[in-house]
């Protein structure tokens, strides 16, 4: 079973700040190892959406909603995935997942989702 860690929601005024944290394994079984790092969120009633994504080397990638106000990070050495988000909007307020890509070469990609952390942007 591959566990995923979450931290760092919560409810936050408009105009305020989070930062979501995301803990994966290294690698798993058999000889898979930590690929793209991302995060997804679903408000109440929407499906998923694409937040941010980053690739091991850095490139990150993100979701026009969110760009110059979110930023995703990561830190190889702890296989942690981070979301700073600054400048949030109550229509930022869902269900953050945290997901990971595990890659082999000449194997399909296995991915993996966090259990979620709330963020409620409200006044």
């Known amino acids: 079973q591959v566990q995923l860690v979450e931290s760092g929601g919560g409810l936050v005024q408009p105009g305020g700040s989070l930062r979501l944290s995301c803990a994966a394994p290294g690698s798993i079984f058999p000889l898979y190892t930590l690929g793209t790092l991302g995060w997804y969120r679903r408000a109440p009633g929407m499906q998923r959406e694409l937040v941010a994504t980053?690739?091991?080397?850095?490139?990150?990638n993100y979701a026009e909603s969110v760009k110059d106000r979110f930023t995703i990070s990561r830190d190889n050495a702890k296989n942690t995935v981070y979301l700073q988000m600054n400048s949030l909007k109550p229509e930022d307020t869902a269900v953050y997942y945290c997901?990971?890509?595990?890659?082999?070469?000449?194997?399909?990609?296995?991915?993996?989702w966090g259990q979620g952390t709330q963020v409620t942007v409200s006044s």
């Open positions: 980053i690739q091991r080397g850095g490139s990150p």
């Open positions: 997901n990971a890509v595990f890659v082999r070469a000449g194997f399909v990609n296995r991915d993996y």
